[in-house]
């Protein structure tokens, strides 16, 4: 069941507690917009010292009030906030926004002051929305409530919109009607000290007013909670989201290969991947895709059309298109035919289809209807620029009539008219989405598209595996202090008990006892230094392959412990690891590897290993536990992938395998939540399943 | 000396050669722009059939003017034109614009009529803009010429701004006034028959009203000319340029590698990036940027401050600032205690500075002020939140205030408030860039960082070697066909003729004679297929590295023949490839190479090389001749650079060695234009140059 915030965007009655009579103070502006805005409920102001507030009897407190309050707004000094709340349980409100500032975010007395605020509505049983905020807003007609103190009047439309800057909210409220960004719901969560986007995602799933989530983050609430939550909500209706990425403490200390390639922003970036989130970085790009989305259909296919007036536009349209992944696809004759009976002699009927300056209103509009009525066209961008000498309105509205006719996804473009935008969007309620910019209007579609094929997505499971996990527990049980790397015979141990395959590994302690582990192995083998410390073993010159006899071994381990006397750190070696030397001619090194973030849990990395880790960081992450669609996924996404899968008449490398084993690490982070850090570099994936092996690993106690 | 085009951007007299006294035609609007404009010279309005128009005398002929005419503008049908032209010739006018349209844009017949008219403007010694042109402005008070026929009222300034699409001009002079984008010159080129862009970036070179260069193209017109001309010209002022990519028919057929990496978009990526041109992709981002250069400083270092009055906006802004290269830096303590005297409690003086909602004009003033003065900050980001209660009119003059005394770079944001923009700019004629968009801002300032990193960079010269050009021009003589690959034999002669290192190699025919070779290279050897018609050896299997004796190459050459059999492809054989295996194991394997392009000549390209090739695409472009900052350049900015430096111990490879390969690569093709295609890969470096080794070319002959 999903959370219920209907009390707080359904009010039947609203109490505004510190309602004032003085302009210019918020208990004056979030009265005053109610009433303006035409709320269908019944207000109650609240005030001790006034009778009447903009014309409606005010009360003196909110227990004199006779009739039930489904909804408290509080706007009073911060230090009488409690004492409102108590008097919120006495009158039975369970739903109340908190608007008053000077919480958790001034600082110490403040975080005091919230944690009692939290702690007393918890008590309740009540709802909060806030501290801080800026109220809340439905535009639907039943309710027509705007809840803020923000200037500005809500267009209706689709979309939600929560947001956790006030001030990014008041910006925006103030363009929707020059942009035509019609709203549904708009809420500002402030300090977030209860209510959270989580909550107010998880309730807009099932509203049928919302048909597009927008959100602007700062920060998560709860990491697992949104992904669990928008993995639901996306396979419904889109969510489009800005985060700004900023610090991420969780991972700062990292010292694997894989945590040294999680940045400040991987968080975030694989929470929203993995969940089907639409992340876009600008106010603009989030309502330009929400618009498309409220106001178009999704289009069937990647095949677009393209209308425009002008040469230039639709060049750089044609442009962003193919970036996209949309085909400016071919007419079908039929509709070469058709459309050149309506233009003059000069205009171009082939895609993208250029009218001219002298197309009126009933040219765009026979155009718009030939294009969206093609069989090869699934979507069209069309673009007016400045026409010359007609009204652009009309020729705007020919456009927007003919596409409310069509089933088919199509964006208009009226290039550097702003005003035209919301002239028409007066004019005509319903209407296709209208864009100032054609760039805009092919990536939308291309953001639609993508959408799409998510929605369509198979969701995956989380697989089991036959693995000894008590084993590994009792391998950990030896360690009595955290944050410690294992042993690596320890790190062997584990990864035979999952089932991971371990290149065949000795561990000599001497000079004398490698060449001993060496012929035991069979020449050629791999020699590395063995030792806690010793950490990033090719640095110190201390990894040789292809050893091909005992001759060599000595040399070459006499050389590794020169190197290491060199740099004044021999008494870190412990001794040598001996390995197999596998060919890895016919496969792939890539790195597995995992990372534990203090909020979002362990993060799963995949990607081309050996020496380009770090110089192309092709590597992609998800969050564990990873489900079989996330494995399929993260093996695809990166551009290694072509590489897997064999170039220049190479085989494929076993990619169900590389996938087993991806969810096998998945389980192991997911059993044993203590492992903060896991490198498996260079895990050597080739053509025979049998024939992959990790070559090296380190495992990380928490 | 740069192109004279005085006579057109400062005329002091103007024929309007088909000016109308009827409302909506062109000759109307265009003749009535120039004198709702407040033209500071004559007009003289030429029409047959009128005595007045626009209240001014108007003559029958342009022979009837008595006095000089420096511009003539034409606007006749276009079969009038010829003979306009002929009487412009008769009054010694030397300078024309032809607004006519109908030429090479619509077939055939136009370009026949548009043929002649270049060659009687050329006979007659003429410069012509146009035909199909919008036409020509000049802001500067003692000009004060608008000679184009579109709606809006120029905004003087100094951006200088030359556009190919004439729709796309006449959107941007519709959104000026509002986003006060400040033009010094415009001009529509249009069919650009006579002058190009080139010309007119060339006359802006020493023009001192034009601060900043803005194109906007669909063509170059002479690629090579391009890039010397912007070359120079961005040495001392900025050049920002839209550039749509779409066909180049130039390289379409490569079969090179490459070729193959060359996109359709790659000329101009490359002729911008070796120009110093900065390329952006929306006329939004050319005009904010171009406002940027105009109103502020180029900043010193990349240490910015961000002020703002609202947090959410102020975090997207660091994020972005991140990206493109600038240090949120630590404000000086001194200057935090100064903010600290003037900022509310809770504000933050902790870069961004947050002066949170309550801040009035003299606040933002007063923090402005303190910013710009920190030793600390280069460059600051200005940001005004819509306030709740202030006028942001007035906020914004403050700080422009500021700014002005400052000498330091600067942009104020009025978030989501164009209007204000406008105002601003109408009450404050000096003032500093106005942003409706702080993340743009922080972009904008990023880029003129660069912009100075390029500025101060050193030019570079095209390096001599001492090379066998005769050898070389015997070798081409032997061909007697083009478009054909050259024997390897020859290949390999070639590049000894110009000293770069090929890799001892010997070219059996037969596999008798095979293991003849190998014994005279010695063991271990490398075996490849030889065969003209073999493009890319390793798809067919047909390398073997590291033979070890007689026996094994006996066997790879059986195996070989057998796959090529099985493909049927085996009569393609013409031998076997013998060459010394060498250990690429302490060098690097690259590619170089260069592909000719039909309008921009040949483009060099180095990057890495091997199986990630295709899959990272890891490579730049330069066209040739490359001068030594050019190959500085080239091997600086792959990816891959730091591979070539040596990654984990490594010794980094002979750099220098790279970019004398580079240098003579381009010497090469400059000495023989013919050689269409190049490939040297892999080229594999090492640190120690006699160790670096091409192992593999190819040479197309055009």
Chains 1, 2 share one sequence.
């Not at 230090?79 to 110490?108: N, P, Q, R, Y």
């Not at 969940?275 to 989305?293: H, P, Q, W, Y």
Request: charged letters at 25%.
């Amino acid at each position: 069941m999903s959370t219920d915030l209907s009390k707080f965007f359904y009010p039947k009655s609203i109490a505004v507690i510190g309602a004032s009579s003085k302009p210019g103070t918020l208990g004056y502006e979030l009265l005053g917009n109610l009433m303006n805005f035409g709320y269908n409920g019944k207000l109650f102001p609240v005030n001790p010292k006034a009778d009447a507030i903009h014309s409606i009897k005010s009360y003196k407190s909110l227990l004199e009030i006779k009739d039930d309050v489904d909804l408290a707004v509080i706007m009073l000094g911060k230090h009488l906030v409690l004492t409102a709340i108590d008097e919120c349980k006495k009158k039975k409100v369970k739903s109340v926004i908190v608007i008053t500032a000077g919480f958790k975010e001034v600082g110490e007395e403040g975080v005091t002051l919230e944690k009692e605020l939290i702690a007393k509505t918890k008590k309740y049983g009540m709802r909060m929305l806030g501290p801080n905020c800026m109220g809340i807003i439905n535009t639907k007609k039943e309710v027509q409530m705007n809840g803020t103190f923000i200037k500005g009047t809500p267009v209706p439309g689709g979309i939600g919109f929560v947001s956790q800057s006030g001030a990014l909210g008041a910006a925006v409220l103030r363009i929707i009607e020059k942009y035509d960004i019609g709203f549904s719901q708009f809420v500002s969560i402030g300090n977030k000290a209860d209510v959270s986007e989580n909550d107010v995602i998880d309730y807009w799933k099932d509203n049928d007013d919302v048909n597009v989530i927008t959100v602007y983050l700062e920060s998560f609430s709860d990491p697992k909670e949104f992904l669990r939550i928008c993995k639901e909500v996306t396979k419904t209706k889109p969510v489009i989201a800005i985060k700004a990425a900023k610090t991420n403490a969780g991972m700062k200390a990292a010292s694997s290969h894989t945590g040294a390639l999680a940045s400040a922003d991987t968080v975030a970036e694989t929470l929203f991947e993995q969940s089907g989130v639409i992340r876009v970085n600008t106010v603009e790009d989030m309502f330009n895709l929400g618009k498309a989305f409220d106001r178009a259909r999704l289009p069937v296919g990647n095949r677009v059309a393209i209308l425009t007036n002008a040469g230039g536009p639709a060049i750089l349209t044609v442009d962003e298109a193919d970036r996209c992944g949309l085909d400016v696809v071919n007419l079908s004759e039929k509709t070469k035919k058709k459309l050149r009976e309506i233009v003059v002699a000069e205009a171009s009927v082939n895609n993208p289809v250029d009218l001219l300056p002298s197309a009126n209103a009933d040219v765009y509009k026979k155009a718009t209807e030939l294009l969206l009525a093609d069989e090869n066209v699934d979507a069209a961008v069309l673009i007016l620029g400045p026409p010359l000498m007609f009204d652009t309105v009309e020729i705007t509205k020919y456009m927007c009539e003919a596409v409310n006719k069509s089933n088919k996804c199509a964006i208009v473009v009226v290039m550097s008219q702003d005003e035209i935008i919301a002239e028409v969007a007066k004019q005509m309620p319903v209407h296709p989405p209208i864009f100032n910019s054609a760039e805009k209007a092919a990536w939308a579609i291309g953001e639609m598209l993508k959408y799409k094929a998510w929605k369509e997505s198979p969701d995956g499971k989380v697989k089991q595996f036959n693995v000894n996990t008590k084993g590994v527990r009792s391998i950990i049980k030896k360690y009595k202090t955290g944050n410690v790397y294992l042993d690596f015979d320890d790190v062997y141990d584990i990864l035979n008990h999952y089932k991971m395959p371990i290149v065949e590994t000795l561990i000599a302690r001497n000079v004398q006892q490698s060449i001993y582990d060496a012929n035991k192995i069979g020449f050629p083998v791999v020699a590395k230094v063995f030792g806690r410390e010793l950490v990033h073993k090719s640095d110190v010159g201390g990894v040789a392959l292809n050893i091909q006899d005992e001759d060599e071994l000595i040399n070459v381990e006499s050389r590794i412990i020169a190197n290491l006397k060199e740099k004044g750190i021999d008494d870190k070696l412990e001794g040598f690891i001996l390995q197999p030397f596998a060919k890895i001619e016919d496969g792939v090194e890539t790195i597995l590897g995992a990372v534990k973030d203090a909020n979002a849990g362990h993060l799963l990395m995949f990607g081309l290993g050996g020496i380009f880790v770090e110089v192309f960081k092709d590597v992609k992450f998800k969050i564990a536990p990873l489900t079989t669609a996330d494995a399929k996924s993260i093996v695809r996404s990166i551009k290694s992938y072509e590489i897997l899968k064999g170039v220049r008449g190479k085989k494929s490398v076993d990619i169900d395998f590389v996938e087993e084993n991806i969810l096998k690490l998945s389980k192991l982070v997911t059993d044993f939540p203590e492992f903060t850090e896991i490198d498996l570099n260079p895990f050597v994936f080739s053509p025979n399943r049998n024939k992959s092996k990790i070559l090296d690993a380190r495992i990380k106690l928490g």
